[in-house]
């Protein structure tokens, strides 16, 4: 048990409406926002904003994220920072979910080719998951 060892993934979506940037008289919907969090260091190790639901692949985009190098993310929104500054470039041992995303084919075929466990919290019991 340590930093790495265990990931909680949750989705949310935000409370603002977005408009398009080409008439901003269209709205084009809310977001959904995927944290992805180590549950050891309470270091938020991935994220992703998009606008379909709450999916697989939204899902998958924020533990790419999560594996991913930080100093180029950054990069790519205008932010300089070091790698010391936000070390989280690892696949976990274990994701820990809600039953949402990480219920269903999909997942057993992906993951397990990473040799990553995979964790649901039971039904109605969202305190299990009490980090993200």
């Known amino acids: 048990m340590g930093p790495g060892s265990r990931y909680q993934i949750d ?3 935000a409370d603002v ?4 940037a080409y008439n901003r008289n269209w709205i ?5 926002v995927y944290v992805v969090i180590d549950v050891f260091s309470r270091m938020i190790t991935g994220v992703y904003v ?9 899902m998958m985009m924020a533990l ?3 594996a991913g190098d930080k100093v180029k993310f950054c990069a790519e929104y205008g932010i300089e920072i070091a790698e010391e ?7 976990p041992d274990a994701i820990l979910g809600d039953r949402g995303e990480l219920a269903g084919k999909k997942v057993e ?4 080719n990473l040799g990553i466990r995979i964790e649901n919290a ?4 969202a305190d299990w998951k009490g980090l993200a």
């Open 109 to 112: 075929t992906s993951i397990s």
């Open 85 to 91: 500054e936000w070390l989280a470039h690892h696949v």
């Open 50 to 58: 998009g606008l379909e639901g709450p999916s697989w692949l939204g």
């Open 28 to 32: 084009i919907g809310r977001p959904v």
């Open 64 to 66: 790419v994220n999560a």
């Open 11 to 13: 989705a949310t979506v």
């Open 122 to 125: 039971a039904p109605y019991r």
């Open 17 to 20: 409406y977005l408009v398009s």
